[in-house]
């Protein structure tokens, strides 16, 4: 059983590009939760997305988008990049909705923005 | 939306001795609480949680308590040992919600 990978690691983009981060769920899982979080704080929730809809959001600019695919694996594009977006960006997935369900962490991409 | 406050922000504790992380949560619908380590360079991994319906529970040297009529759980490590540093967040969830929401975290150092 192959646990969250997240690619890439690390990202440096400049104020005003866009990204695509990646995210491939636990093998079984159907849920996946996107997360911002800034240096010394908690995760943040952004979104998540169950059997490939939107199921919920915070309270994040429309900027921030996703979409999930039929394999469960899901991305997280950021649109017209601000300093304040640099984070680490998590991705959890879970069998069934995130909140009801045990949610297990990938390790984050780093994203720089200059 | 729940707000969830997680105290102490850093902890130091000496090898073998007791570690005490508390969080208040303000929506009384939460009924999950799950805690999460995480080590420099990786995301949170789940180390143990509980339901509403439970006051305690236990996983060897990590416990959890909760306290439904105050709202606030607590994360006990006994006999810490070096390899318990790292960042630990509490977290709660709503009954039928779909996200999680974080305390800000607790820096634990356990030193030799």
């Known amino acids: 059983e192959t646990g969250v990978t997240q690619s890439p690691t690390h990202l440096i983009k400049t104020r005003g590009q866009q990204v695509t981060l990646r995210c491939s769920s636990q093998s079984g899982h159907n849920t996946v939760s996107w997360y911002q979080q800034a240096l010394g704080q908690g995760p943040q929730f952004i979104f998540q997305y169950y059997r490939e809809e939107e199921n919920g959001r915070g309270n994040f600019p429309p900027r921030f988008s996703g979409l999930q695919f039929p394999n469960y694996s899901s991305e997280l594009n950021v649109n017209a990049l601000e300093l304040d977006d640099s984070a680490l960006y998590l991705c959890a997935s879970s069998l069934g909705l995130a909140g009801r369900n045990e949610q297990f962490f990938g390790p984050g991409t780093r994203l720089t923005v200059l | 939306g729940e707000n969830v406050e997680q105290h102490p922000s850093t902890l130091s504790v000496q090898e073998g001795d007791s570690a005490v992380i508390k969080c208040t949560y303000s929506d009384s619908a939460s009924n999950y609480f799950p805690w999460y380590k995480q080590e420099l360079g990786k995301g949170p991994q789940l180390i143990i949680d509980?339901?509403?319906?439970?006051g305690e529970k236990k996983d060897q040297r990590i416990a959890v308590t909760l306290n439904k009529t105050a709202k606030h759980f607590s994360l006990h490590i006994t006999e810490t040992q070096p390899e318990d540093s790292a960042v630990y967040f509490c977290a709660a969830s709503i009954r039928g919600g779909n996200q999680f929401y974080f305390g800000t975290g607790t820096s634990l150092t356990v030193i030799p």
């Open positions: 509980i339901r509403s319906n439970v």
